[in-house]
């Protein structure tokens, strides 16, 4: 049966997973960002295409790297929801 509690741990599953997914992608561009950031302001280059191609380069990596963990993980939550959808219904 569908309760409060059973509905707040389904968001909070989600909202977990939303968290992992996103920092997993956010975390590796903005320290890219730092470094180039850095960089600039020791070379006093202020080039606009120095700062956002490494963090492209670095985001599309990512994506590479961690995009079959990424859509495994969304695919278990979805199956894990959906599995347990008849029990909370009735």
Excluded: C, H
């Excluded at 509690?5 to 968001?11: M, P, T």
């Excluded at 903005?30 to 191609?53: C, H, P």
């Amino acid at each position: 049966m569908m309760t409060i509690d059973v509905a707040g741990d389904i968001l909070a599953q989600g909202l977990k997973l939303v968290l992992m997914i996103s920092v997993v992608a956010i975390v590796p561009s903005l320290l890219t960002g730092l470094m180039v950031s850095i960089f600039q302001a020791t070379t006093q280059i202020n080039e606009q295409t120095l700062s956002f191609l490494p963090r492209l380069v670095m985001t599309l990596l990512v994506l590479v790297f961690a995009g079959k963990w990424m859509l495994t993980q969304l695919i278990d939550f979805t199956v894990l929801i959906f599995e347990q959808a008849p029990q909370l219904i009735g």
